[in-house]
């Protein structure tokens, strides 16, 4: 058995391979062998009552996972209803046709960028007022956004960065920016990541359609890849550019960072080198991965 970090497990001997996440009391794996599902099975009994439960469809905590003759996509549509739209977004207050829709999880402008870094923290009283005007603390809000990014909606990363900052002190214009995630998230539910079933050749192309017949697209390739990314110095009060580096695998995303840089870039080309080496780092860390499972980088 192989321990990639803290979570995942990793079992290869001979033809028989396991993947096996451990994260909880709840062990979600995928094997190719029912002969070692069931070894696995038999020995957890010895120590303890266990239940299982096979099938195309089924729920792993606020996942929901199906397995189709294409591939295996996971979403968490029916979490994001629950606990975001049902409790922000109440049916008996507001229609969902009714809520006015987001396509961009976080402003971009100019004016909000000044908004975040001239406005002080509020005070006890102002923020009892915005609590009650968003729905719930800063703190809470955000944790529930955070919880849907950071498993299976990580176009928020970048949001969530920004927006953390004001933990230890919100102001309005950072609650409005929590607001503006919720309602992008509830206006836009079901985005389910899709593992497919093909071979890992050829490419994909990611197409944005402007006016049409106006577009841009790339290729990305299917075999293991990296994109590095960064702004320069948006963040107008620290100063710092952030960076985003994704890992490819299949066309898949498989690996999702986003982070302030430690250091202040003096021009764009310096905060792209930045996010450039953070991606080697990331991909050397994977390139074990990679080789194991056959797909060396």
């Not at 794996?29 to 089924?58: A, H, W, Y």
């Not at 990296?226 to 994704?246: E, P």
Request: one cysteine or more; proline letters at 6%; aromatic letters at 10%.
């Amino acid at each position: 058995m192989l321990c990639l970090g803290a979570i995942p497990l990793i079992y290869d001997h001979r033809d028989e391979k396991m993947i096996l996440n451990t994260s909880t009391d709840d062990f979600l794996c995928v094997f190719n062998s029912q002969p070692l599902f069931n070894r696995l099975c038999d020995k957890m009994r010895t120590m303890f009552d266990i239940t299982t439960k096979e099938g195309t469809r089924f729920s792993y905590l606020n996942l929901d996972i199906i397995q189709t003759e294409h591939g295996v996509p996971y979403d968490q549509t029916d979490h994001i209803r629950r606990k975001i739209i049902n409790k922000y977004f109440p049916p008996e207050k507001i229609a969902e046709s009714k809520l006015k829709p987001v396509h961009t999880p976080f402003r971009t402008d100019s004016d909000y960028e000044k908004e975040l870094a001239e406005q002080l923290p509020a005070s006890k009283d102002e923020l009892k007022l915005l609590e009650q005007r968003y729905g719930d603390s800063y703190g809470t809000i955000l944790g529930e956004i955070m919880h849907v990014e950071v498993v299976s909606r990580f176009e928020l990363s970048y949001a969530m960065r920004r927006l953390g900052q004001f933990t230890h002190g919100p102001t309005e214009a950072a609650f409005a920016g929590l607001y503006r995630v919720l309602r992008f998230l509830a206006t836009h539910p079901h985005c389910p990541v899709m593992y497919p079933r093909r071979k890992f050749d050829g490419f994909d192309e990611i197409r944005a359609d402007f006016d049409p017949p106006k577009f841009k697209s790339i290729q990305i390739p299917r075999t293991p890849c990296t994109i590095a990314d960064s702004d320069h110095a948006r963040d107008t009060l620290r100063r710092k550019s952030h960076h985003c580096v994704v890992s490819l695998l299949n066309g898949v995303i498989v690996h999702n960072r986003v982070q302030q840089q430690r250091a202040i870039a003096l021009h764009s080309p310096h905060s792209e080198i930045i996010s450039s080496l953070a991606a080697t780092k990331e991909t050397n860390y994977l390139q074990d991965i990679y080789t194991h499972i056959g797909h060396p980088a």
